[in-house]
């Protein structure tokens, strides 16, 4: 009984113990931005959840909501070298792109993967690389069209997020031959 009565004593004061309110600690850093005094750290998961409203926004082509996740003045650069700077420029040249890849792909994609990265504050005003979180994604896409020598396309985006909405978004592409 003795013994039951410890163990007893121990659960519960690690419990309480546990529970005390601690103040955050620092998220260690992990990484460098070169010529910069930035350093990287893991990013908020509210950023990844405003990708992922606007990923499915994106695969149900619902540009009015889609368009809602970019910020009013934005750089947007598709991997052909256009540049968006509007969510309306964003959205029509989304749409022509789906129209173009009717012929050679489903435009339909995988999302392999998403997560978060953010900068150390610089303590300066006039700098906003380090406000929000920048979002780093990939996504696959299969082509179906049997006529093709592509197999598929790997998509690399970098979504720069600030207060809910993108700022900045990079899009690279690899094709990979059949």
């Known amino acids: 009984?003795?013994?039951?009565?410890?163990?007893?004593?121990?659960?519960?004061?690690?419990?309480?113990?546990?529970?005390?309110?601690?103040?955050?600690?620092?998220?260690?850093?992990?990484?460098?931005?070169?010529?910069t005094d930035f350093q990287v750290k893991m990013g908020s998961s509210s950023a990844v959840d405003v990708f992922n409203q606007l990923d499915t926004a994106w695969a149900k082509r619902d540009y009015e909501?889609?368009?809602?996740?970019?910020?009013?003045?934005?750089?947007?650069?598709?991997?052909?070298?256009?540049?968006?700077?509007?969510p309306q420029?964003?959205?029509?040249?989304?749409k022509a792109d789906a129209?173009?890849?009717?012929?050679?792909?489903?435009?339909?994609?995988?999302t392999n993967y998403a997560f978060a990265l953010t900068l150390t504050d610089d303590g300066s005003e006039e700098t906003t690389i380090d406000t929000g979180d920048w979002v780093h994604a990939q996504f696959t896409t299969k082509i179906t069209d049997p006529e093709s020598d592509i197999d598929s396309e790997i998509y690399y985006e970098y979504y720069h997020i600030v207060d809910g909405k993108v700022t900045?978004?990079?899009?690279?592409k690899k094709t990979i031959k059949k």
């Open 1 to 35: 009984m003795k013994n039951t009565l410890s163990i007893l004593a121990v659960i519960c004061t690690l419990t309480f113990t546990s529970c005390n309110e601690k103040t955050p600690c620092d998220v260690p850093t992990n990484g460098f931005l070169t010529d």
């Open 89 to 94: 420029e964003f959205v029509d040249k989304i």
């Open 65 to 86: 909501a889609l368009k809602t996740f970019i910020a009013d003045e934005a750089s947007l650069s598709f991997d052909d070298g256009f540049v968006a700077t509007t």
């Open 99 to 110: 129209v173009a890849s009717e012929t050679g792909g489903d435009n339909q994609w995988v």
């Open 168 to 172: 900045q978004w990079n899009q690279f």
